[in-house]
């Protein structure tokens, strides 16, 4: 049993991915330093004008709500602190080009 802490102010600065697709690009163990790019193009009107490039691979990038809250936890031996909390995330599809 551990004490679940609520900090006074919520860090709302994470962004939360959901990558579709397997291999390099999605495999981020040991990579360290930039790994991508975040795209921005509102000139296209078809598309939401957001693109994420990660390891040389483009995906288009929806901003989608979570059916329920996203809640991340540090967990020590005594206690557990939330670090921050989301109700949406960046939904990523590899651009078919």
Known sequence: ELPLLMPATLNRTKVFFECEGTGEAVDLEGDVGVVGRLL???????????????????????ILPTPASIV?????????RIESISNDYVQLREDPI
Not at 40 to 62: C, E, F, P
């Open 40 to 62: 921005s193009d509102s000139s296209d009107k078809d598309k939401s004008g957001l693109q994420v490039d990660l390891k040389g691979i483009i995906y288009n990038a929806k």
């Open 72 to 80: 991340i936890l540090t967990v020590s031996q005594t206690e557990a």
